[in-house]
């Protein structure tokens, strides 16, 4: 039995199909820089130090 592939399709837009083959953790935001102080907890600095993504469905002004 073959296994059917919705992207394959003739009626995905290729911009589609592409965005949906790039992979979802190609950036290594997550890495934490070094910490200078002696007095901060590493987990608070590992989370402070991540980035936020903008919310485009956020409404601003």
């Given at each position: 039995?073959?296994?059917?592939?919705?992207?394959?399709?003739?009626?995905?837009?290729?911009?589609?199909?592409l965005e949906?083959?790039?992979?979802?953790?190609?950036?290594?935001?997550?890495?934490?820089?070094?910490?200078?102080?002696?007095e901060?907890?590493?987990?608070?600095?590992?989370?402070?130090?991540?980035a936020?993504?903008?919310?485009?469905?956020?409404?601003?002004?």
């Amino acid at each position: 039995m073959t296994s059917f592939d919705a992207a394959d399709s003739p009626e995905v837009p290729e911009a589609d199909r592409l965005e949906q083959e790039i992979a979802v953790d190609d950036d290594n935001s997550d890495e934490v820089e070094e910490v200078s102080s002696l007095e901060v907890n590493e987990a608070d600095a590992a989370e402070q130090s991540r980035a936020v993504p903008v919310d485009e469905d956020y409404p601003r002004g």
